[in-house]
Nanobody
Framework: QVQLVESGGGLVQPGGSLRLSCAAS????????MGWYRQIPGKQRELVAS???????NYVDSVKGRFTISRDNANNTVYLQMNNLKPEDTAVYSC??????????????WGQGTQVTVSS
């Protein structure tokens, strides 16, 4: 019904930048909250950033001033611009979308995850 495709992860040096994308396709009526989570092995998954349908954003304290979440409603896509990356940002990043299907049912979908590695 709905597919989420992530892109943009990779290896970057400390201080560098990456831009993650998550594009949704399928039988979508509307998308409510879009977010990015990350998980480090052995640790709990944490919400990095989220954005509502009205454009309100929220960030975990550790990324404030460095990461920016945005959305393109016309293309059902959410982005995460990550600047001044630090080694502690190394994790698998996954997008999370809460959306309404064509028939009206509301579901939450996850992307497949993309590895971000910050290392010199």
């Amino acid at each position: 019904q709905v597919q989420l495709v992530e892109s943009g992860g990779g290896l970057v040096q400390p201080g560098g930048s990456l831009r993650l994308s998550c594009a949704a396709s399928g039988n979508i009526r509307s998308i409510y909250t879009m977010g990015w989570y990350r998980q480090i092995p052995g640790k709990q998954r944490e919400l990095v950033a989220s954005i509502t349908s009205g454009g309100m954003t929220n960030y975990v304290d550790s990324v404030k001033g460095r990461f920016t979440i945005s959305r393109d409603n016309a293309n059902n896509t959410v982005y995460l611009q990550m600047n001044n990356l630090k080694p502690e940002d190394t994790a698998v990043y996954s997008c999370n979308l809460r959306l309404a299907l064509g028939g009206g049912a509301v579901w939450t979908y996850w992307g497949q995850g993309t590895q971000v590695t910050v290392s010199s």
